[in-house]
């Protein structure tokens, strides 16, 4: 796939993003999330991947919000208009397992990607944080309603009234992230994650992410009701026999996401 603001690329049954715009701390402007919106798109149907991750060229940033000055100009109408929002909900529901590997600072709308990701993991030198309220507004794609979701509602109050920016080490403290790496170990831990899904049944790994999503936002009963039919799905498939049958065998699954 040829793209101008991202690289997009498989290898061993993993997709990687990487937005590539340094120059610019990899901003995330319409033409970038247009690019990852089209890259998900072909890998939808794509067998040979089974997870995505999503990192940000260089060192110093996984990727940064709007751009201050196009914000300044922006009017009530046009925040009404699709931006990160469409995008980040088109993440957080992609069939297949996302991983965000920040390496650098993710502030504003480039921390809340990471938080439409599945799974987050960081550098020890990365920054994250929504400072929103700096400029007088608020987070405006997805983290009001992501963070709480996450960290529980009182940690994200905390985080969005305050804009305080949190390292790695309090962010994986408090359970934002799953571990904080070495900036050399960031990529391999996070093939390694991806690398462990992509062993998993595909079709068992596309709804649990879909029970967990879904789930989340209803009540108790009706989420346990979506479970069960969930499982009841995946007790008919081919992957659930071979699955039973490897490890009865004690040798190590081939799962054909059928």
Not at 114 to 143: F, T, Y
Not at 152 to 164: S, V, Y
Request: proline share 3%; charged share 25%.
């Amino acid at each position: 796939m040829g793209f101008q603001n991202i690289v997009a690329q498989k290898e061993e049954g993993i997709g990687l993003i990487v937005i590539n715009r340094p120059e610019v701390r990899n901003a995330l402007d319409l033409f970038t999330l247009g690019e990852i919106e089209n890259a998900l798109a072909e890998w939808r149907y794509d067998e040979e991947v089974r997870a995505v991750i999503f990192t940000g060229a260089g060192e110093k940033s996984f990727a940064a919000g709007a751009d201050i000055a196009q914000l300044q100009k922006r009017t009530m109408t046009e925040a009404l208009m699709p931006n990160m929002t469409a995008t980040y909900l088109i993440i957080e529901e992609f069939e297949k397992p996302t991983i965000a590997a920040i390496n650098g600072f993710a502030l504003g709308g480039g921390f809340e990607l990471a938080l439409a990701c599945d799974i987050r993991i960081a550098s020890e030198q990365a920054k994250m944080g929504l400072p929103e309220l700096n400029l007088a507004i608020i987070p405006g794609a997805g983290g009001t309603q992501r963070l709480c979701r996450i960290i529980g509602k009182g940690r994200a109050m905390e985080l969005i009234l305050t804009g305080d920016v949190l390292t790695a080490e309090k962010a994986e403290r408090i359970g934002l992230i799953s571990k904080a790496v070495s900036p050399e170990e960031l990529l391999p831990q996070a093939r390694e994650y991806a690398k462990k899904i992509a062993a998993k049944g595909p079709l068992a790994v596309r709804l649990a992410k879909a029970v967990v999503n879904k789930g989340a936002d209803i009540d108790m009963g009706t989420a346990l009701f979506l479970e069960k039919l969930a499982q009841t799905i995946l007790m008919g498939t081919e992957d659930k026999l071979e699955g039973t049958q490897a490890f009865l065998d004690k040798r190590t699954p081939e799962f054909q996401g059928k």
